[in-house]
């Protein structure tokens, strides 16, 4: 019921290593284009927004410099479930970072979603964050659940998004990112 995806990447951010876990994760989800071996690819090349980047490089630099460990908390939503997620970055010798992630809850979704609303990230569209799964339909409502604005017409189902990242993940990722340079 709660796998662990675990993979191992080297000083140069490329996955060297993925657990067992990995094969059923891809035949699971419905990713359309999920890249089945991910063996040899820079880490970077799986993340779209440049703002979360850059955040994940300074947790990956941060775990570099101090080894020690960290845990981020991300959603990873799909049409049907909202999944709650974990991350924990672990220093390995030189320089190499374990990953695992593992479902901590998922609440399925009153109404499923049409795909669209996940898998076209258009440039102009609605922002979505990438690491919350929130969208920001107008600054009144500001960052809210989708099953949300679609309940309050906000969005329609057909919504194109945009990934970015809300300000409350770019303070919780500031946030890890400071505690683990002070070593508490
Ligand atoms: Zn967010």
């Given at each position: 019921?709660?796998?662990?995806?675990?993979?191992?990447?080297?000083?140069?951010?490329?996955?060297?290593?993925?657990?067992?876990?990995?094969?059923?994760?891809?035949?699971?989800?419905?990713?359309?284009?999920?890249?089945?071996?991910?063996?040899?690819?820079?880490?970077?090349s799986f993340i779209?927004?440049?703002?979360?980047?850059?955040?994940?490089?300074?947790?990956?630099?941060?775990?570099?410099?101090?080894?020690?460990?960290?845990?981020?908390?991300?959603?990873?939503?799909?049409?049907?479930?909202?999944?709650?997620?974990?991350?924990?970055?672990?220093?390995?010798?030189?320089?190499?970072?374990?990953?695992?992630?593992?479902?901590?809850?998922?609440?399925?979704?009153?109404?499923?979603?049409?795909?669209?609303?996940?898998?076209?990230?258009?440039?102009?569209?609605?922002?979505?964050?990438?690491?919350?799964?929130?969208?920001?339909?107008?600054?009144?409502?500001?960052?809210?659940?989708?099953?949300?604005?679609?309940?309050?017409?906000?969005?329609?189902?057909?919504?194109?998004?945009?990934?970015?990242?809300?300000?409350?993940?770019?303070?919780?990722?500031?946030?890890?990112?400071?505690?683990?340079?002070?070593?508490?």
């Amino acid at each position: 019921m709660n796998p662990i995806l675990t993979y191992t990447i080297d000083e140069t951010d490329r996955v060297i290593s993925t657990n067992s876990e990995w094969d059923s994760f891809a035949k699971q989800s419905d990713a359309a284009d999920l890249e089945y071996s991910v063996h040899g690819k820079s880490i970077w090349s799986f993340i779209g927004a440049e703002k979360l980047k850059n955040l994940y490089f300074q947790l990956f630099e941060g775990v570099r410099a101090t080894q020690k460990a960290v845990d981020i908390n991300f959603r990873c939503d799909n049409a049907q479930v909202m999944k709650f997620m974990n991350m924990s970055i672990e220093p390995e010798p030189n320089n190499y970072l374990k990953i695992s992630t593992c479902l901590l809850r998922e609440i399925s979704r009153k109404k499923a979603l049409a795909r669209e609303v996940f898998y076209l990230g258009l440039k102009n569209g609605t922002p979505m964050c990438s690491n919350c799964n929130r969208v920001y339909p107008h600054e009144t409502v500001g960052w809210i659940e989708v099953d949300k604005a679609l309940s309050s017409k906000l969005i329609s189902e057909k919504l194109n998004v945009t990934f970015e990242i809300c300000e409350s993940c770019i303070e919780y990722f500031d946030k890890t990112i400071n505690k683990l340079k002070k070593g508490d």
